[in-house]
């Protein structure tokens, strides 16, 4: 073994994806988003760069997001996209192939996680395992997942939010809801556009989700100036958009998740349940950022519920923590099929 590691652990989002190299930590968190030009299909630019050009490319360039609810919607490009982390996280003493860890959502198929696995090879990998992203995070969040106690993790993404019971390493009971982080965005671009007549893109949306969101309405508002095109006039116009119409905007989505952890308590096992109402669920995840989210899904469960520290980050350090001891974990939390 020469002085570097080769081992990469990558957190395949549908919205971001982050790359976690031993000894550095997270080397990058970048879009998962890849810019094709259209004529002879040549892919232009990868993440961060693609990702400025969503909205505004000419008819000839289309952006592409290779992910859709977590699972490989264009194979091609997603290959494309973790050549790039590949090679960027290799830096430039790229000898040998790395060994990969990467997170799939805990509902995909045998033949989602397989198509996975084939794209990480053909992208450059020598081996490359694929764990499930509730275990992933958490790990990430420090929960003990190897312990006879139940333990429940909440955890919102872009595309899928995956709610999971894991005991003993493995998972319990899970639910994936495909209600997350960008349908929150999409009923705010649908709201602004029924409200006011005026269009707004999805980078638009999320700015607000970021800046004003909420889960619930409150007494006390926070207000943001939006520009967007007129749908009238069609020339360029500012608005007022409170939180608390945010919070009604994406009401439908937070239920969903809510749906979600009431179906995954219904099919656990009784012991568990009394495990998780004594310490609460822990929430992780892009999406667990929004405002007051936590204590929304605390009401409408009766169980506490906790943010996770670096909710962001949770399923990319679990998944550093998996490939940092991977002989342990090849035995319990891998497939690698």
Do not use: W
């Amino acid at each position: 073994m020469s002085l570097f590691t080769n081992k990469i652990a990558i957190d395949l989002g549908t919205c971001n994806s982050l790359v976690f190299v031993p000894k550095k930590g997270i080397v990058l968190n970048e879009p998962s988003v890849v810019a094709v030009a259209k004529p002879e299909n040549r892919i232009m630019a990868v993440g961060l760069e693609a990702k400025t050009m969503v909205g505004r490319t000419p008819d000839f360039i289309t952006v592409y997001r290779p992910l859709k609810d977590g699972v490989i919607a264009d194979y091609r490009v997603t290959q494309a996209m973790m050549k790039y982390f590949i090679k960027k996280a290799s830096g430039r003493f790229a000898f040998a192939k790395p060994d990969l860890v990467i997170s799939v959502p805990a509902g995909s198929t045998s033949t989602e996680r397989r198509a996975v696995i084939e794209a990480a090879k053909s992208a450059g990998a020598k081996e490359a395992f694929v764990v499930k992203e509730p275990i992933l995070a958490a790990i990430g969040a420090g929960i003990p997942i190897h312990s006879c106690e139940g333990n429940m993790i909440i955890d919102i993404g872009g595309g899928t939010s995956e709610v999971a019971v894991i005991a003993l390493g493995g998972i319990v009971t899970a639910h994936s809801v495909r209600a997350a982080g960008d349908k929150m965005d999409e009923k705010i671009a649908d709201y602004i556009k029924k409200e006011y007549n005026l269009a707004v893109g999805s980078q638009t949306a999320e700015e607000i989700k970021i800046k004003i969101g909420q889960a619930f309405v409150q007494k006390k508002e926070s207000f943001m100036e939006v520009r967007g095109r007129d749908l009238v006039s069609g020339l360029p116009k500012n608005i007022r958009v409170s939180s608390n119409e945010v919070a009604k905007a994406i009401a439908d989505v937070c239920q969903e998740i809510v749906l979600g952890i009431k179906q995954v308590f219904k099919e656990t096992p009784p012991e568990l349940s009394a495990d998780i109402i004594n310490k609460g669920m822990v929430l992780s995840g892009g999406g667990g950022l929004l405002r007051n989210l936590d204590q929304y899904i605390a009401k409408a469960t009766g169980v506490p519920c906790f943010l996770a520290a670096e909710p962001l980050f949770c399923v990319v350090k679990g998944t550093g923590v998996v490939i940092e001891s991977l002989d342990i974990y090849k035995r319990t939390v891998m497939s690698t099929k």
